[in-house]
């Protein structure tokens, strides 16, 4: 069952079209990878899905509900249940693991915020940074507090942009390890941006793959590798 839909999406940053009339249906409790170069168009569909962009054209629906529609954002950003993890991961850097992780819960003036942060670092083994701050963390523990920021707000749906472009490989691969686990653990729906197909094959349930705001081809991982599409097979090729 598709959980978010994108019809008829088009968009542009000045004079520069992004996205093409481009439809797209993400299901509901799977990975999806939204894989391509840069300029692909695949940072602003997060966007858009976030509510961070307004598209020019075309309509989404979050869980049947139409979020976005006729240039108007219909339900905000903080209303649809959903986290987001930026390239940059925007940790606050004087705050400690367990204030970063907690900031949300305390904003919304939730209970039980310390039972829940520490379920948190718990799950991701990180009950002995919680007094120490982002610059003394390795970037996978820096990626994981991260993480462990947006999943304690229960979002039913997890935004990841470009999470390990930073990450050494030995890094990289132990957190695919953690992000792989994340849908069957937290009950998720993953969409996670990428320019390394390797990535993409390793966690992935689906992979849409993008290419100058257009959709390629879309499929699981041995479609996308079996595809006859030539930019499909050239992308992956190198």
Not at 6 to 33: F, M, P, W
Not at 139 to 150: E, F, H, K, N
Not at 229 to 235: A, G, L, M, Q, S
Request: hydrophobic content about 40%; overall charge neutral.
């Amino acid at each position: 069952m598709s959980i978010i839909k994108l019809s008829n999406i088009t968009h542009s940053y000045g004079d520069k079209r992004v996205l093409q009339q481009l439809s797209l249906n993400i299901e509901a409790n799977q990975l999806t990878c939204l894989l391509g170069g840069s300029g692909s168009g695949k940072t602003t569909i997060l966007r858009l899905i976030a509510g961070l962009e307004i598209p020019q054209s075309g309509g989404i629906t979050i869980a049947n509900e139409q979020v976005t529609e006729n240039r108007q954002i219909i339900i905000p950003p903080h209303q649809r249940n959903l986290g987001f993890i930026f390239q940059d991961l925007a940790l606050w850097p004087h705050f400690t693991v367990y204030k970063n992780i907690a900031f949300g819960l305390t904003e919304r003036k939730e209970q039980k915020v310390k039972e829940s942060v520490y379920k948190m670092l718990d799950f991701f083994r990180l009950q002995e940074y919680a007094e120490k701050y982002p610059h003394q963390l390795s970037g996978g523990q820096q990626q994981l507090v991260a993480i462990s920021r947006s999943l304690v707000l229960k979002p039913k749906i997890l935004l990841m942009d470009e999470p390990l472009a930073n990450l050494d490989v030995k890094l990289k691969r132990k957190t695919l390890d953690h992000i792989k686990n994340l849908k069957q653990n937290f009950d998720l729906t993953i969409v996670y941006v990428t320019h390394d197909h390797k990535e993409a094959f390793a966690i992935a349930d689906n992979i849409v793959v993008l290419n100058e705001g257009k959709i390629q081809e879309t499929g699981d991982v041995q479609q996308i590798k079996n595809s006859d599409n030539e930019f499909v097979k050239y992308f992956i090729e190198y």
